[in-house]
């Protein structure tokens, strides 16, 4: 593996899969792999599961970890070309990248979305830049428009937990929230179904926060949320703001909210969320302390996802 | 060795604090009983010494430490079961804590009081809902009303240094300060001395300045410092804010500032202090770069009581 | 090596070079050299470059490198003698030093300059006291005056990029910037210039920007920045604030950044800078993106410039 920014950058999803169960199994099996090697982390917004997911995997790996919060250590970066630095950036990516890739051998990087210039935010021109600039293999730790770390995670999460020979019914399910989000993890996750085929793909949300075409296509959209659940296997719930109306907070519904009622008429599915949750706001307190929530097995699998991920790139 | 929050985790101070000691004459006796394991250190409070020692007890056991500064790094947490988090916190401690569990072989945190409701600090909710969620055995770094790894360095302090056959006396008193402080690192060697049970234990300090009796039960009180101070062998200088009248200053009188002249009537007395100190507000510069002070030699074994914690820990 | 404060404390600078050249061909070659060593990485003011490099030299000598950022987690020293310690500092260097000492083998320490009193900044202070009470060896990565860590990987950049049999003409030019920056890489870049003797080293600069005489004493000094160009192998661009008046910005002259047109007449000069650069104010993008910029490589060099004076301060 070149680099982690998408599914695109995977060739054998399944495999993949097997490997970080694998680590999973016997996460010291490679201990020697990451000798003398390198992986910076860059956290232009903050992070708690992934810094710390990331860091193990890469520990576990026998490689150093070094982690730089930008944000906290006050180091705002410039990514316009041409840019007359004369304001509040200190730094060019141009400048800053290529030092990276010297004194490391993977570049992790986590940057979000503005969620003010739709334009801007999808070209994913921040990673990218850092990929121009860094001349070695880079992580998504989460960019502006995608999180595939999360979305293997989740594969694998269904992959250990579904037993049957059918594909299950997997329903991704807007909620609602307090603060604009961005679309990544939907995003995400919707690219990583449809691209894994292996499962029946729905994905319901109110009417104004249709997801970006390029990640959704072959899935199956409905704005109807009880029929989606209908049957489902798998719910993976999360809010997201708007796509068309960009960043914007269209939907204060509550009965949006995943409940235990709205289990009834799903397969007794398993209930999915990234973390953080706002609970009782996205997710019931009955369900995330039920017996169909398998969130706390989702969060924990970051590890052996991050650590096959890692394996791959080192394996090149 | 299950949990380390206060003295009642601890079967034998004692072997403790030889095993403490033990480590301080060969740090790296034990370099791989920690191998392949991790330390989480989470600070939902800053911390200097107590970072540093415990990180350095971890590395010296070959263990892994990752430190995680929530309040530095933007985390807030929620605590209150059945809220609708619609608010500033982010993430729920139910959620937060068995990813922890997952994520690492020993826990260690430190949470503050909020000085504001005694009850709420007092029935220390926050680290206890770290036990119950987490699984896996947890280290205070200072709790809403505890300090029990100063404690442990204390008690190896005094251990170390007094040579005689009779009991030491040993004596805390408050001092004078510009901030309301938690009552922890007072309560706590309290807790530590009455339990320890080698020393004739004084605790000193102005009206309305009580502890909680369930701390000092034991110990003799006075708020008359200079009897408490005659023939004192360790003298123990700490501020603290009111127990009775909740987290408020009550005394600005300067009279309580440890001074040398204080220490004529002592049995030439050994001045402890778990730092940071307010100079000249707390202690004099006398007593600080004068020979009764020990406060650098107790600062520096806090490693050897992390370490010793730690280790009993792995060992189950 | 005793301590790295400056050049002063290095015997010989060429060696010290090849020692670092040596481990830029050969990373691993002390891998056990540190082992159970440990270096404390303080931070008082904020760092990219530094805090890597360092880092990564002291985990290929196999040391544990524990990084503090004091600013970020909130730990506001005194450094003043006699101080009554009622306001907002929480700490005296006397007391945090000798535990540092006591954490540590090594202290690295990065402190800035106010730039408000010239006297006490050029008093060196702050690192001074560290190195009093801390009773370890403390390598600077910049201090109130100097930045000798840049300094040796400047002279180490100029090693190995220069061929000739001759001396190479080397410029310090000033350049413009948006805020009253340290005389810090100027003063050391000087120090170490003309302490080294194997370059023509000349310092160009607008009236009023005259540095410390101590530092650029037998260096030739112009305000003619295009004589001070001509023929040049090497140009080192930097902004310093004002010594004279002292801190103050008292040139905005934009002709004063470094462009292509400026090579010209130098003898194809190669272009330096310590990093952050402001793009397209104190140096044009082309040069930047062009073939003269050796500024990415000169970065790169920071890691064998630190690993070098960790290595020597270990032997001791």
Same mark, same amino acid.
Request: glycine share 4%.
């Given at each position: #593996?070149?680099?982690?920014?998408?599914? !695109?950058?995977?060739?054998?999803?399944?495999?993949?899969?097997?490997?970080?169960?694998?680590?999973?199994?016997?996460?010291?099996?490679?201990?020697?792999?990451?000798?003398?090697?390198?992986?910076?982390?860059?956290?232009?917004?903050?992070?708690? $599961?992934?810094?710390?997911?990331?860091?193990?995997?890469?520990?576990?790996?026998? #490689?150093?970890?070094?982690?730089?919060?930008?944000?906290?250590?006050?180091?705002?970066?410039?990514?316009?070309?041409?840019?007359?630095?004369?304001?509040?950036?200190?730094?060019?990516?141009?400048?800053?990248?290529?030092?990276?890739?010297?004194?490391?051998?993977?570049?992790?990087? $986590?940057?979000?979305?503005? %969620?003010?210039?739709?334009?801007?935010?999808?070209?994913?021109?921040?990673?990218?830049?850092?990929?121009?600039?860094?001349?070695?293999?880079?992580?998504?730790?989460?960019?502006? /428009?995608?999180?595939?770390?999360?979305?293997?995670?989740?594969?694998?999460?269904?992959?250990?937990?579904?037993?049957?020979?059918?594909?299950?019914?997997?329903?991704?399910?807007?909620?609602?929230?307090?603060?604009?989000?961005?679309?990544?993890?939907?995003?995400?996750?919707?690219?990583? #179904?449809?691209?894994?085929?292996?499962?029946?793909?729905?994905?319901?949300?109110?009417?104004?926060?249709?997801?970006?075409?390029?990640?959704?296509?072959?899935?199956?959209? /409905?704005?109807?949320?009880?029929?989606?659940?209908?049957?489902?296997?798998?719910?993976?719930?999360?809010?997201?703001?708007?796509?068309?109306?960009?960043?914007?907070?269209?939907?204060?519904?509550?009965?949006?909210?995943? /409940?235990?009622?709205?289990?009834?008429?799903?397969?007794?599915?398993?209930?999915? !969320?990234?973390?953080?949750?706002? $609970?009782?706001?996205?997710?019931?307190?009955?369900?995330?302390?039920?017996?169909?929530?398998?969130?706390?097995?989702?969060?924990?699998?970051?590890?052996?996802?991050?650590?096959?991920? %890692?394996?791959?790139?080192?394996?090149?």
């Amino acid at each position: #593996m070149k680099q982690f920014l998408s599914v !695109h950058d995977v060739s054998d999803i399944d495999a993949l899969v097997q490997k970080a169960l694998a680590y999973k199994a016997n996460p010291f099996q490679d201990k020697t792999l990451g000798s003398n090697k390198r992986i910076g982390c860059l956290f232009l917004n903050p992070s708690m $599961r992934t810094r710390l997911s990331t860091q193990i995997a890469a520990q576990n790996l026998g #490689m150093e970890a070094i982690v730089f919060n930008v944000g906290a250590e006050g180091w705002a970066l410039e990514f316009a070309d041409g840019a007359v630095m004369n304001g509040t950036s200190v730094e060019h990516v141009k400048d800053a990248a290529p030092i990276m890739g010297n004194y490391f051998d993977v570049l992790a990087i $986590r940057t979000f979305p503005s %969620l003010k210039n739709r334009e801007e935010d999808y070209s994913e021109n921040y990673i990218k830049q850092f990929v121009k600039y860094a001349g070695i293999p880079v992580v998504s730790l989460e960019s502006a /428009t995608l999180h595939p770390l999360q979305s293997l995670t989740d594969v694998i999460t269904i992959t250990e937990t579904f037993k049957e020979k059918r594909k299950p019914k997997v329903v991704l399910t807007w909620a609602p929230h307090v603060k604009p989000l961005p679309q990544c993890v939907a995003n995400s996750f919707a690219q990583w #179904m449809t691209a894994w085929g292996n499962a029946d793909f729905v994905v319901t949300h109110p009417e104004g926060y249709a997801l970006d075409e390029q990640f959704t296509k072959g899935a199956t959209i /409905t704005t109807d949320q009880d029929a989606a659940l209908k049957d489902a296997d798998y719910i993976y719930v999360k809010n997201w703001s708007s796509y068309e109306q960009y960043g914007q907070i269209l939907c204060n519904d509550q009965s949006w909210m995943l /409940t235990s009622d709205k289990l009834k008429t799903t397969n007794n599915a398993k209930v999915m !969320h990234c973390l953080p949750v706002r $609970r009782n706001v996205e997710l019931s307190d009955e369900i995330l302390d039920g017996p169909n929530s398998i969130i706390t097995q989702e969060a924990s699998n970051r590890v052996w996802a991050a650590q096959a991920v %890692l394996a791959s790139i080192l394996h090149g």
